[in-house]
């Protein structure tokens, strides 16, 4: 009998696989769900003995079955897109059951936690610091030293977060591992529990990531053996962007309203319930497995550039031909992602811009495609990594309209603690409404009889840069001190978008 093997991934369901998985049961055959490859254009993506079919609909289950279809795509490891990756935290990815604790053991599952726990605390911290291990969020911190101060900080209870809000435009890598290998990251927050001695972890999840939800919810289920005497408890999200920031995350956790703490103290010093507190995102926690087995963090520190070590996943998304999930080594280019791995738009309309890092990071021109994928070379270039994504923007985008919708998302999922991001983000959407209307800047309120000169169109980029410096250097988090990066990257390389 015929095995087939089709990802139970949200992006497979989205495009069907739940129908072309029923067409070839009802042909037969075996069918097993698995986790996505991450060739996301190419979903459903059916795969027998190794050979690559997509992207499938049930129609055309009797032309594959025969070995002559048309979709198929050769050996699936063999793709271009992934035979040039270097696959570590997604080692998995395509090749396992997600909730199969055989699949997991097979694959090296739990060696690393078996060695951690082998380990004096102190020991596994230096291992992860010598790694080069940061966190894959916005700041790039090491993750070594984070977990050092929690280690040293004194307290009767630690405690261990993950933060899997998701919410930056074109990222969906902490969804493929809760969804595709959701043992991995538990093994790695387990890991992290035994480095700082916490007994408790938590995994915050955004409310719109239901299948995610449920994967982590049956994993934790399945692992209890294994991570004991670790707890480990789902919490899930109301759909609050703000709840990525992790202080507006831990007051969530505690029931709390989801705004914005000032710092210090640092979470790592009075965090969750005011107890010491790791606060990690998935793909840091599912990168720490591989580190503690053995001659992992050898590996992983001779790849990537300077102080980025290590491998990064790529999340390729908006006008782009091929669109997935790419993990290789810090310092390939923009323009070798977009170009090459990418395959540039789908119709050929050439590429205006590429953001990176959420709608808070930087839209970057092609000019400056030859821009390594490095945490100290995108904060150089006034841009920002953070979790990796890269949304592709064709020559049909109005850079004014983004930058609007920048300030317009920051008005919107403001906690409302600070004023430079409360009343900033607003006051920029009519400077820009302004701007994109060719309007002059209003006359201040009680003037209006003074004789007044009337101002230069360009007076409103001047006071808008104005409101961006104040934003960046006086919010109090890093959704107003971000929003400056889209809005005066398109005002700086695209004036004539805005009538400048």
Known sequence: MTTIRISDDAVALACGADAVADAFAAAGCTVERVSSWGMHWLEPLVEIAGQGFGPAIPADVPAILAGRSDKAIGPIAAHPFLARQQRLTFARAGRTRPLSLADYAATGGWAGLRRARSLPPEDVIAEVIESGLRGRGGAGFPTGIKWRTVLAAPGARKFVVCNADEGDSGTFADRMIMEGDPFALLEGIAIAAHAVGAAQGYVYIRSEYPHAVAKMRAAIALAAAEIAPLAIEVRVGAGAYVCGEETALLNSIEGRRGIVRAKPPLPAVAGLFGCPTV???????????????????????????DRSRGTTAIQLAGAIRHGGLFETGFGITLRELVEDIGGGTPGGRPV????????????????RFDLPFDYEAFAAADALIGHGGIVVFDDSADMAALARFAMAFCAAESCGKCTPCRIGATRGVEILDRMRAKAPVPVPAGDEDATITPPKRDENGALLEELCDLM???SLCALGGFTPYPVLSALRHWPGDFGR
């Open 279 to 305: 606060v990690n995102n998935v793909l840091t926690l599912a990168a720490v497995p591989h580190l503690l087995a053995e001659g992992g963090v050898a590996e992983y520190a001779r790849l990537g550039i």
């Open 352 to 367: 205006k811009a590429v953001q990176v890092g959420g709608p808070l990071g930087a839209y970057i021109p092609p000019a």
């Open 472 to 474: 960046r250097s006086a």
